[in-house]
């Protein structure tokens, strides 16, 4: 008997504790409808791309010495290097430069490995066309720089998580001049200035 | 007791002083009625839809639709009208027959349905003495619906829902049925208009959901599983069975599916106000407010305002059940279907009994706060 009745408000007990837990889950998605939507609007609202974002790649062509190591280094030797040997000047000479971005996995190998920093990155990203023939660019569209978000009137520029202000975690209706969390390089400099000639006095010393 | 207003009535009033006779004015006003509640209905579905959608948004942090129309009021016209010119697709090697007829036996009882459903004393198309068992009744041919439409798709997904669905609505069924009794115990009655009666005159206090506080939570649980929501869902499981039954269905037989779930939700929840949250009944009873404001309450004007309070308590009540339930849906992870029985076969089924047993004995002891 007692047996049972134990089994009984066990099962009592944990069909409570069910219906506990349920509540706190409600009570949580509760929460969540007052909060702000973390959604970016896209068209109209973009996100600024930081500043290691690896967009389509740009190409200086007056820089390149056509050494070919962009072609080494990338996974799939996709940069098309067309030049041809200067017998007076016994230089070589680039005729064309060309990366085909619908093959590019954008891995930066070929900016980080560059003799010259002829090739970086950029921060453009919207590169759809209707044909995929379209996408390899030759080394005028390489050359070309993109809009920047921030200066687009038709479009809210929005900061990344990375760039808000401390303990900000959505990038809408920010104050003007708010800054990112943490401090600049030079403002860290500036910060320890002041104790480093002692140091260096009593290193003398 | 005030009637309040009889549309019926003073409808055939009407149409006798022009002349007409009884029969004759009673056979104009028969069809009216009915259009305005599959309209209503149709209409209220669509709301539920669009609140699905916003509600989920803002659940998960979005925003939802935005664009069509103000606040994207218009995304359920634009399915309706996508849905109306598709093509209507028979999959080859299934059988012609049983898969049209099939959304139709879903479709036709869940809108039979709201004959039942009153928005207030009057306002309800008919007042039938079985009420409440009609609704059980009709809510058991659905599942035969759902199993011709997961055996003639041909389709082994199909075919999975079908009978998930089949399994899942009979036995959830049978708790349904048993809270409901509970309350039809006490209210000694099975029409939804005296079950609301039995309801008024207290306001919030005298709501059945404080008699019945095990009683409305089988209800609402074992609702939930009869129109396959979300804790429930596993019929049309995405995941696992891409849509269940409604795999191979395409345009307007998707759209009796579709508009079928959602209008089911919502007399669920329209019940669930009847029975359990007073139906039309205002929290503050209605005829003390008139006595507070000095206001006669036979007063033409007043029998008018009373009327639409109803009305819109009425879909208040039902709105925030469907609220509750979209938030269910985003809270509460999807049981397996062997989980699902054993919630309904060995807990709902003793609890709702137990329940059942319970207002029986507190029904002879305290007739008074029990309806004796």
Redesign the interface.
């Known amino acids: 008997m007692m047996k049972f009745l134990k089994q009984v408000t066990d099962y009592t007990k944990e069909?409570v504790q069910a219906a506990k837990y349920?509540g706190q889950?409600?009570s949580?998605?509760?929460d969540?409808?007052s909060?702000?939507?973390?959604?970016v609007?896209y068209p109209y609202e973009k996100l600024i791309p930081s500043e290691r974002f690896r967009g389509r790649i740009h190409f200086e062509f007056d820089k390149c010495i056509s050494c070919e190591v962009c072609v080494r280094v990338c996974p799939i030797n996709l940069p098309v290097v067309d030049w041809e040997f200067d017998r007076e000047t016994k230089k070589k000479k680039l005729n064309h430069y060309s990366i085909d971005f619908g093959v590019c996995i954008f891995c930066g190998n070929c900016v980080e490995y560059c003799p010259t920093n002829c090739l970086s990155m950029t921060e453009e990203y919207e590169m759809s066309t209707y044909d995929r023939h379209e996408l390899n660019y030759d080394n005028v569209a390489l050359g070309r720089l993109p809009y920047k978000v921030t200066q687009d009137p038709m479009v809210t520029p929005i900061r990344e998580l990375g760039y808000l202000p401390k303990g900000v975690t959505s990038g809408h209706d920010l104050p003007a001049g708010s800054r990112r969390a943490g401090q600049l390089p030079e403002e860290i400099l500036a910060q320890m200035e002041p104790k480093a000639p002692k140091e260096e006095a009593k290193a003398a010393e | 007791m005030t009637t309040g207003i009889d549309l019926q009535a003073s409808f055939i009033q009407i149409f006798e002083q022009l002349g007409l006779p009884h029969g004759a004015a009673k056979l104009v006003w028969l069809p009216l009625p009915m259009i305005l509640i599959v309209t209503a209905v149709t209409v209220l579905a669509l709301v539920a839809t669009w609140l699905e959608r916003k509600v989920s948004a803002a659940a998960q942090q979005r925003i939802g639709p935005e664009f069509m129309g103000p606040q994207g009021m218009l995304v359920p016209a634009a399915d309706v009208l996508k849905l109306l010119t598709k093509e209507d697709v028979i999959p080859a090697k299934t059988d012609p027959w049983l898969y049209s007829i099939a959304p139709i036996l879903v479709f036709v009882p869940i809108f039979l349905s709201f004959i039942i459903v009153p928005f207030g004393q009057n306002m309800v198309i008919t007042d039938l003495g079985v009420g409440i068992f009609l609704w059980v009744a009709l809510s058991s041919i659905a599942p035969i619906g759902l199993l011709m439409a997961g055996y003639a798709s041909n389709n082994k997904y199909s075919l999975l829902g079908g009978l998930r669905a089949a399994a899942q609505s009979i036995s959830y069924e049978i708790p349904l049925a048993l809270s409901i009794l509970a309350v039809v115990m006490m209210s000694n009655s099975l029409s939804t208009i005296d079950i609301v009666n039995q309801q008024s005159g207290y306001g919030i206090l005298g709501w059945n959901i404080w008699r019945q506080p095990v009683g409305f939570l089988i209800f609402w649980i074992a609702a939930l599983a009869e129109c396959e929501r979300m804790p429930f869902d596993l019929p049309e499981a995405e995941e696992e069975l891409v849509a269940g039954y409604q795999t191979e269905y395409a345009s307007v037989k998707f759209m009796l599916f579709y508009a079928g779930s959602y209008a089911n939700l919502i007399l669920s929840a329209l019940l669930f106000a009847v029975l359990y949250l007073g139906g039309w009944e205002s929290p503050i009873p209605v005829s003390w407010l008139a006595g507070v404001l000095n206001v006669n309450e036979t007063a033409p004007w007043f029998q008018v305002v009373a009327a639409s309070l109803g009305i819109i308590l009425t879909l208040f009540k039902a709105y925030l059940l469907l609220f509750l339930a979209i938030l269910l849906r985003w809270t509460v992870p999807r049981v397996r279907i062997d989980q699902l029985l054993d919630l309904g076969w060995k807990f709902l089924l003793p609890i709702s009994l137990v329940n059942l047993l319970l207002t029986a004995g507190l029904k002879l002891v305290f007739p008074v706060a029990f309806g004796g």
């Open positions: 069909a349920i889950g409600l949580v998605t509760f969540h409808m909060r702000r939507p973390v959604t609007q």
